[in-house]
């Protein structure tokens, strides 16, 4: 994945959250913050096996 791409992401998922009140009612999680928490995670693994 690109580097440019997950600020991309993050901004993305702050908007869809603060713009959709009514998912947070939702018993499910958004899958879209779920996935990029996923691929924070992946990327700072990437990270720190870089370093």
């Known amino acids: 994945m690109e580097p440019e791409q997950a600020p ?3 901004v993305k998922a702050k908007i869809m959250l603060g ?3 009514h998912e947070v ?3 499910k ?3 879209v913050v ?3 928490e ?3 995670k992946n990327d700072n ?3 720190s ?3």
Do not use: A, D, H
Request: proline content about 17%; overall charge positive.
């Open 25 to 27: 009612k939702s018993p």
């Open 8 to 10: 991309t992401n993050k």
């Open 34 to 36: 779920v996935t990029t």
């Open 45 to 47: 693994r990437s990270e």
């Open 38 to 40: 996923m691929m924070l």
């Open 19 to 21: 713009n959709g009140p």
């Open 29 to 31: 999680p958004n899958p």
């Open 49 to 51: 096996i870089n370093e």
